[in-house]
T-cell receptor
Framework: NAGVTQTPKFQVLKTGQSMTLQCAQD?????MYWYRQDPGMGLRLIYY???????DKGEVPNGYNVSRLNKREFSLRLESAAPSQTSVYFC?????????????FGSGTRLTVV | DQQVKQNSPSLSVQEGRISILNCDYT??????FLWYKKYPAEGPTFLIS?????DKNEDGRFTVFLNKSAKHLSLHIVPSQPGDSAVYFC???????????FGQGTRLTINP
């Protein structure tokens, strides 16, 4: 099925560990995004990539890095995980005109940092 | 600074009645607004949108109203059904924007 695929779905990390969240889309979308969802905070943008080869910071980029590996894939890396990064992470993608049509979201990665 | 605000964390409505979810924004440059619906353990899915050149958009049981002077939009669901129980996010973007700004979400519960 076409869409946005995120891996893993669940992850538990110890404080200080690193990990990479993977995201891939097969809709030939140009723009890709990483959001985190926290209770009472809604969806907050971490990083985005408007097109292949470009990345920009969002609202809450501290503690994260991203890589737009190719048009399909956009990864999010936590270099040294902290309990404050416990959250549900969503990847999304859209076409260049996609804000008119909205994003397509993946099903999320639930990350717990202990 | 929260540019898009959903001030009601939760809303409970009886099946068959109207559900009204509200959203306020502060950025007068926003010109496109969207509503997303999210079930547990799933990603948000696009529901309905409206451009600032309109004040109303309908899609079946869902209608979005935009009041630009008040910087306020609302989503009406009529009649409400049990499957409408979910978290609803409003989102906004401005001219040339490459990203959406989301509100905090409202959890809607439809009671039988």
């Amino acid at each position: 099925n076409a869409g946005v695929t995120q891996t893993p779905k669940f992850q538990v990390l110890k404080t200080g560990q690193s990990m990479t969240l993977q995201c891939a889309q097969d809709m030939n979308h140009n723009s890709m995004y990483w959001y985190r969802q926290d209770p009472g905070m809604g969806l907050r943008l971490i990083y985005y990539s408007a097109s292949e080869g470009t990345t920009d910071k969002g609202e809450v980029p501290n503690g994260y890095n991203v890589s737009r590996l190719n048009k399909r894939e956009f990864s999010l890396r936590l270099e040294s995980a902290a309990p404050s990064q416990t959250s549900v992470y969503f990847c999304a993608s859209t076409t260049n005109r996609g804000l008119v049509y909205g994003y397509t979201f993946g099903s999320g990665t639930r990350l717990t940092v202990v | 600074d929260q540019q898009v605000k959903q001030n009601s964390p939760s809303l409970s409505v009886q099946e068959g009645r109207i559900s009204i979810l509200n959203c306020d924004y502060t950025n007068s440059m926003f010109d496109y607004f969207l509503w997303y619906k999210k079930y547990p353990a799933e990603g948000p899915t696009f529901l309905i949108s409206i451009s600032s050149i309109k004040d109303k958009n309908e899609d079946g049981r869902f209608t979005v109203f935009l009041n630009k002077s008040a910087k306020h939009l609302s989503l009406h669901i009529v009649p409400s059904q049990p499957g409408d129980s979910a978290v609803y996010f409003c989102a906004a973007s401005g001219p040339g924007a490459q990203k959406l700004v989301f509100g905090q979400g409202t959890r809607l519960t439809i009671n039988p």
